[in-house]
């Protein structure tokens, strides 16, 4: 049973650059979750999709979005980068409603702009 | 607003004994759910335990308890038997009953000696 995927390892990028991360869900999960992990902190919540839409959105400018196909694997992507966006970036997969919502997590992506 | 406060930016023990990871975290809801997670040097965050607000027997996963008190808004972990292998940074969360988003702390690293 694979868990949760995440693709590039590690990303290098330059400011004002786009980047596209990718993330799938472990198997029999339907909804998928996206955090950024600053250097020595504790993660901070992107926003949540489920059933192709974004269902919850943390406090992240719109320079972030997402999206999430039918096999219920998602993307996220980031414009206009800033360096303040060098981060761990980490994909969380779960099934279906509040009471059953634990977060798996994928290993994460590395991105680093210079 | 919820938040999660971890106290011990760092803790040691040695290997085979017992250590106490300490949380507390601010909240008027009643409804919630708090979790440890593990994030070794790998990066991968591991869910190490889950807790109901509403369930009073305090959880187990092998090694792993914790020591719920929910008025004092209270959630340590203890790790009997301490390993090598439960180096890494611990985390607590906190996710709100009708919400998605889990809120975290700043991280406790927890060291073992041979």
């Known amino acids: 049973d694979a868990g949760v995927t995440q693709s590039p390892t590690h990303l290098i990028k330059t400011r004002g650059q786009q980047v596209t991360l990718r993330c799938s869900p472990k198997?029999?999960?339907?909804?998928v979750s996206w955090y950024q992990q600053a250097l020595g902190q504790g993660p901070q919540f992107i926003f949540q999709?489920?059933?192709?839409?974004?269902?919850q959105r943390g406090n992240f400018p719109d320079r972030f979005s997402g999206h999430q196909f039918p096999n219920y694997s998602s993307e996220l992507n980031v414009n206009a980068l800033l360096l303040g966006d060098s981060a761990l970036y980490l994909c969380?997969?779960?099934?279906?409603?509040?009471?059953?919502?634990?977060?798996?997590f994928g290993p994460g992506t590395r991105l680093t702009v210079l | 607003a919820q938040t999660v406060t971890q106290s011990q930016p760092e803790m040691s023990v040695q290997e085979a004994e017992t250590v106490t990871l300490s949380c507390t975290y601010d909240t008027s809801e009643s409804d919630y759910y708090l979790f440890w997670y593990k994030q070794p040097p790998s990066r991968q965050m591991i869910l190490v335990i889950r807790?109901?607000?509403?369930k009073q027997q305090n959880a187990t996963e092998n090694r792993f308890s914790v020591n719920f008190q929910k008025a004092a808004k209270s959630f340590s972990l203890k790790i009997s038997d301490s390993q090598l292998g439960d180096a890494a940074m611990y985390f607590c969360?906190?996710?709100?009953?009708?919400?998605?988003?889990?809120?975290w702390g700043a991280g406790t690293k927890l060291i073992i000696k041979p």
């Open positions: 807790q109901e607000a509403y």
């Open positions: 969380a997969s779960s099934y279906g409603q509040p009471d059953t919502d634990t977060q798996y």
């Open positions: 999709y489920y059933e192709e839409e974004e269902r």
């Open positions: 969360a906190y996710r709100r009953g009708s919400n998605y988003q889990l809120i």
């Open positions: 198997s029999g999960h339907d909804t």
